[in-house]
């Protein structure tokens, strides 16, 4: 066990629905990490964020959007979703989030986008 | 950017063979290489680590090579174990990147 908690485990929705990811670090851990982990794509990072500030981004689209609370959990929102939205969502958490600090990885969300 | 190419995409031994996976990277800037286990319905986990200024490094079964002028690196698994049976991603950054490259990912099957 990771320490990672990421709920909820499974989510199934429909094309165009939104919803929303969430996931509480490990204890201590101030930055917090979001992957995307599909079939054809392998693992893509989309965002970092360090004590509640944006600090690194990727292939995010528009349509999703993150953000970290001051207790430190923080939420993947995905919007107008489409099938290929679906694929398994990974929250990974590291202590002060520096450049190369091993990253923590959570049980993931996996989504279905009917 | 950085581009990690692995290989292969399947490796299935019988238990007590050795494993090996290989990967190229492309950014010469690169240089820090981690590996991550990653067993069925779990996130990855990181199992072992190399930074550009070794050649080898050994943790018990498991040990990684690099080498830097080929730009490619492998992860080495000796004596496997059923419970060895994930899929293993190699990535690589560079120094002042917070976001490593992973590659596409091999299944380990080991047979007992």
């Known amino acids: 066990d990771s320490g990672v908690t990421q709920t909820p485990k499974h989510l199934i929705t429909a094309t165009g629905q939104r919803v929303t990811l969430r996931c509480s670090p490990r204890?201590?851990?101030?930055?917090v990490y979001w992957y995307q982990q599909s079939l054809d794509q392998g693992l893509q990072f989309l965002i970092q964020?360090?004590?509640?500030?944006?600090?690194a981004k990727g292939n995010i689209l528009e349509r999703f959007s993150a953000q970290q609370f001051p207790d430190l959990h923080s939420e993947l929102n995905l919007s107008s979703l489409e099938l290929g939205d679906s694929a398994l969502y990974f929250c990974?958490?590291?202590?002060?989030?520096?450049?190369?600090?091993?990253?923590?990885f959570g049980p993931g969300t996996r989504l279905l986008v009917l | 950017g950085e581009n990690v190419e692995q290989h292969p995409s399947t490796l299935s031994v019988q238990e007590g063979d050795s494993a090996v996976i290989k990967c190229t990277y492309s950014?010469?800037?690169?240089?820090?290489f981690p590996w991550y286990k990653q067993e069925l319905g779990k996130g990855p986990q990181l199992i072992i680590d190399?930074?550009?200024?070794?050649g080898e490094k050994k943790d018990q079964r498991i040990a990684v090579t690099l080498n830097k002028t080929a730009k490619h690196f492998s992860l080495h698994i000796t004596e496997t174990q059923p419970e060895d049976s994930a899929v293993y991603f190699c990535?690589?950054?560079?120094?002042?990147?917070?976001?490593?490259?992973f590659g596409r990912g091999t299944s380990l099957i080991v047979h007992p």
């Open positions: 990974a958490s590291s202590g002060s989030g520096r450049a190369q600090e091993t990253q923590y």
């Open positions: 204890s201590g851990d101030l930055s």
């Open positions: 964020y360090y004590n509640g500030e944006e600090r």
């Open positions: 950014d010469s800037a690169s240089n820090y």
């Open positions: 190399i930074r550009s200024n070794v």
């Open positions: 990535a690589a950054s560079e120094g002042g990147s917070y976001i490593p490259t």
